[in-house]
């Protein structure tokens, strides 16, 4: 064939600039990533098994270690969204057949359920804590449950549930995708098994890396296992040699990890450190609690009653009545450059949800959103809902 016979021309989209406007990230992920976020990912990379890229996969373990409040070796940043995290710590810690229990408080208790289900073994779903007897019952190796509900606006006690686990030989896995760093968690004193979050939402960098960590129990389960996981690239046997969490000398090649990903989310785990996780559960909270007020000035209603309850990262507005709601995130979107969204799974239709996290997570931000909401109020056409 000759070098000039393609039929299939170069796209005309290809041959224009690239265009990615600048937008209020309000909703529930990802937020807006800050210049030094973006500064650190736009470095230029170096190869996934250069030393320096061990130092800095080992500066990212620690800042992991801080952020989860653990001790735990066996900590590392999944290649891949929050959902390359559950299905990790699902494949890595399951085998077929075996029982997981599984807290449905949202649509991410719905999705570990399925992720499990593929696996062709058996799950059982619940309301929101689990009972003894459900342990008991069951006999799950694996309990999860998801401490920042961002598609309910909830965050969920997490105390006792470990100590309850421990007792019926059960792993304690929690996501922590939309509550880490905004709301109070500690891995090890809750007797949490095994946690994961994203980067993409108080981190705030750039969606595509998550972190995860396993404890002792947890890492006893997962490489004592009679199958090999269902998943090669996500086997923990392979990547806590490349995170050099096996004790072994030599990291040997498994998979191309994310350079510029890990650049950035070690620079987002440096601003955590820096700035302290107190002050940054602090600021989530005073911030959501000046959000909820202005939300109720203006006439709305929280989706969640029970303050306590409310997740502060991410805050669910009961749809006003007489508002059609996809027209109200229309209408914030085009006049506001704001993204805020509507409902996920069970909530389609039932919220509005605005997350400000991390970054975004200030009174100046509060405002442009409130007035944003009551903009859409005032202007959107009443009782087409
Ligand atoms: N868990 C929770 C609580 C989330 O909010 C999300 C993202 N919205 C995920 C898991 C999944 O994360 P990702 O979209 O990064 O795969």
Known sequence: RSLGSVTIPPPACMLRPLEAPLRYL???GPSNVPPRVLAAGGRPIIGHLHPEMYEIMNDIKKGIQYAFQTKNNMTIAMSG?????MECAVFNTVEPGESVVVAVNGIWGERVAEIAERMGKTDNRMGLCPSVQT??????VLFFLTHGESSAGLVHPVDGIGDICLRHNCLFLVDSVASLGGAPLFMDEQKIDILYTGSQKALNAPPGTAPI???ERACKKMFNRKTKPVSYLLDMTHLSNYWGCDGKTARIYHHTGPVSGFFSLRESLSILAEKGLENSWRQHKEVAEYLWKGLEDLGLKLFIKDKDLRLPCVTTISIPQGYNWRELLTYIMKHHQ???TGGLGPSVGMVLR?????YNCNKANADLALAALADALKVCPKSKA
């Open 135 to 140: 342990l008991a019952k069951h006999k799950p």
């Open 354 to 358: 605005v997350g400000l996290m991390g």
């Open 338 to 340: 704001m993204e805020m």
């Open 213 to 215: 960590s396993f404890n």
């Open 26 to 28: 309000f909703g529930p």
């Open 81 to 85: 969204s929050g959902h390359t995290a």
